[in-house]
């Protein structure tokens, strides 16, 4: 239903940004504080007709247009101070977009008169210079939409945390290629409804679907020159509207109706959607060398972090960085999270470069800083999901385990630190070298406490990753030592250096059976760590199915095969989705791998306690925990003292990161009379299924074995 009308606003105060329609009409607000005109252009086709807006107060600009109708195409054109020393870069012959447009229809094509300075035809740049060239021809427009939508009994799933398994996918990569996805589907908003995606989706018990940005974004103009276009969508061209490019749907309309219906329909298979949400720049890139498309020509200095000669301070890599020690930032940003809450029903948020939302007038991140006490206090937001990826490219970016609850946290520790022991340890011990033992592992495995205990965050506050979009795929984690980006036209230059994968000797694809087993076996330790680790698992899509990029660890730029979901399966990715199918049951089975509290090492009621013995049955001491050496250990779980009419559950994790078979002494443990043989990675396990307390159990090389107490 459509929210209720607003009475009419007095002529002395603003109304919020953007279009708003009131009892007595519909009014239009845009805030640019240091302009000195702001005209409303309304277009019908090609024709334009400007309409000046009357009313000013506290840097905001607005009208009453009865006009303003959905469906209706509109920009702003903003005359002001051309300062580029101080940071002011006003331009009236360039259109621009509303930061507040529910919808962006159209494409930038990329010349000249879309940047506010001259640029010649050449590519050369005057930036002092400001530009009288019409960009409207070349730039797209904000459109007006209906928000009366049929969402019927939707409610939001409300999973708690303990409960949750992130799925990280792309619109387009996930259905690009699924072959039950109707042709004209595939790769767009109505494509995640479909019945097969959801089912492959709960089949594999995914209870949260985080999607790549599906804000409006444009191709960076080197990309476009290429003759590639960006496909991860990090480059924000508006923060209230859908990507037109991901909906099957041709009209702005039908593309915000597909979405909701997407999310309609994953809600009531009980799936959740959180958004991939990029508020700290904008496809405007640099002031000096970036085009001039909407925040630019309306207050650059106030949307824009600047130093004190209007340069730009940007922590993200990526030219620029919004300012948001401005208060009026701060609210566009909120008010968008609140739209994308409240007109599409997504359940949560995870905050690209999220250090640079938090960073303050000095430029040091400041976990109380207003903005994230904004979002904590918010009654709206601060019941969703919010999840930090706590690191920018800035001055001390690096920030995991520093953010206030009720955010969770994309955990790089976890990441590296299963990397290392399962591929990068394991080639050192082939060539003789320590590696880094298992006394982070096990800090890892328990939840991370050392970085997500203050404020009573527990260990569901830590998102444990392997891989993620931006970075190697897991199956090619076992595949490639080097990445292999020559794709990007970037001389392979970009993406990570320091990957802790490990090819297994040969670097690629191989017929070689040895290698082939060794690989399956080690994509397979990898996600059972990972899924039975304490914390919220995070899985990529395709991941439980083998799918490789062929060693590009940067797809950024590559909408085709090398990145979308390959559904045509092998006899071998069969079996992995199947393993991780039996994985994350395995997990759903076992509440005490799921704790949201930290466990403990002596028994307390309520509580899952864990302890840690060598392959001899000894509780690790000292001396095994500093070893570098050490590659085998044993995680026993256990909720035998929990509280009447809690489930009493115990499990022992082997984890043998050795080079040959070991016998491993099964854990003894009061209460448990014996244990079952639940999973391993071992393809042919030898031995009985069922081992008692205190008796040997063989278990093969580089191998996760789980027993469950019988």
Not at 47 to 57: D, N, S
Not at 164 to 175: K, P
Not at 296 to 303: K, V
Not at 619 to 637: N, Q
């Amino acid at each position: 239903m459509a929210p209720p009308l607003r009475p009419r606003r007095s002529t002395d105060t603003p109304p919020p940004p953007g279009v708003t329609r009131t009892a007595a009409g519909t009014e239009v607000a845009v805030v640019a504080a240091h302009a000195t005109a702001v005209e409303l252009c309304l277009f019908d086709g090609a024709h334009e007709r400007r309409i000046p807006l009357r009313h000013r107060a506290h840097g905001t600009w607005w009208d009453e247009v009865p006009e303003l109708t959905p469906g209706t195409r509109y920009g702003f054109r903003v005359e002001g101070p051309w300062d580029p020393d101080a940071g002011h870069r006003h331009n009236p012959a360039k259109l621009l977009l509303d930061p507040y447009g529910h919808a962006v229809e159209g494409w930038v094509r990329w010349g000249p008169e879309v940047y506010g300075h001259v640029v010649d035809t050449s590519g050369h740049a005057s930036p002092g210079t400001r530009d009288p060239r019409d960009s409207a021809p070349f730039v797209p427009r904000s459109v007006v939409l209906d928000h009366d939508f049929d969402w019927g009994d939707d409610a939001l799933p409300a999973v708690p945390w303990s409960e949750t398994v992130v799925y990280e996918a792309h619109v387009r990569g996930l259905t690009m290629r699924h072959p039950e996805v109707p042709a004209h589907l595939q790769g767009t908003y109505a494509a995640l409804g479909h019945p097969a995606v959801v089912e492959h989706l709960l089949s594999l018990g995914v209870t949260t679907l985080e999607l790549l940005p599906v804000h409006a974004y444009v191709s960076e103009p080197t990309l476009v020159r290429q003759g590639r276009h960006n496909y991860w969508g990090y480059n924000s061209l508006g923060f209230f509207a859908p990507h037109a490019g991901y909906a099957a749907a041709n009209d702005p309309q039908g593309v915000a109706d597909e979405l909701r219906t997407a999310v309609r329909t994953l809600h009531a298979a009980g799936i959740e959607v959180l958004l991939d949400v990029v508020y700290n720049h904008t496809a405007e890139q640099a002031s000096a060398s970036g085009p001039t498309l909407s925040w630019r020509g309306l207050d650059n200095a106030g949307y824009y972090r600047l130093d004190g000669r209007g340069r730009d301070i940007d922590v993200t890599g990526t030219g620029n960085t919004m300012n948001v020690t401005e208060p009026a930032v701060v609210r566009m940003i909120l008010d968008s999270l609140r739209h994308w809450v409240e007109h599409y029903h997504v359940d949560g948020f995870r905050f690209d470069l999220a250090p640079a939302l938090g960073r303050g007038r000095d430029d040091g991140y400041d976990r109380d800083h207003p903005f994230l006490v904004a979002l904590r206090a918010d009654p709206v937001l601060s019941r969703v999901k919010l999840v930090a990826e706590p690191w920018d490219v800035g001055v001390h970016g690096w920030r995991t385990g520093q953010f206030p609850p009720p955010f969770a946290e994309w955990n790089d520790r976890y990441r590296d630190t299963v990397r290392s022991f399962w591929l990068d340890d394991v080639r050192r011990r082939l060539h003789g070298e320590p590696g880094h033992g298992i006394r982070e592992l096990a800090t890892r495995l328990a939840g991370s406490a050392d970085m997500f205990a203050a404020g009573d965050r527990g260990p569901v506050a830590s998102v444990n990753l392997v891989a993620a979009h931006d970075g190697f795929t897991l199956a090619d984690l076992t595949a490639y030592d080097q990445k292999h980006n020559y794709a990007n036209g970037e001389d392979n230059r970009d993406g990570h250096g320091d990957n802790r994968s490990w090819n297994h000797g040969v670097e690629g694809s191989t017929t070689d059976a040895t290698v082939l087993a060794a690989r399956n076996r080690s994509i397979r330790n990898l996600l059972a760590t990972l899924v039975l680790s304490a914390g919220v698992p995070m899985l990529v899509a395709g991941d439980e199915m083998g799918r490789t990029q062929e060693g590009n660890n940067n797809a950024y730029n590559q909408d085709n095969q090398i990145s979308w979901v390959r559904w045509d399966l092998r006899p071998w990715q069969q079996e992995l989705l199947a393993d991780a199918r039996d994985l994350l049951a395995l997990r759903r089975e076992l509440a005490l791998v799921r704790t949201p509290r930290f466990p403990t090492h002596e028994p307390v009621p309520g509580r899952t306690r864990l302890r840690w013995f060598t392959e001899t049955g000894h509780v690790v001491d000292d001396e095994g925990w500093l070893d570098p050496w050490r590659r085998t250990v044993v995680a026993v779980l256990d909720t035998l003292h929990a509280e009447d009419g809690a489930e009493r559950q115990a499990v022992a994790l082997v984890l043998h990161g050795g080079l040959d078979r070991v016998d491993v002494v099964a854990p003894v443990v009061e209460g448990v009379p014996g244990w079952r043989r639940r999973w391993t990675s071992e393809p042919d396990p030898a031995g009985p299924g069922s081992v008692d307390p205190g008796q040997d159990l063989s278990v093969g090389a580089t191998t996760v074995t789980v027993l469950v107490g019988a």
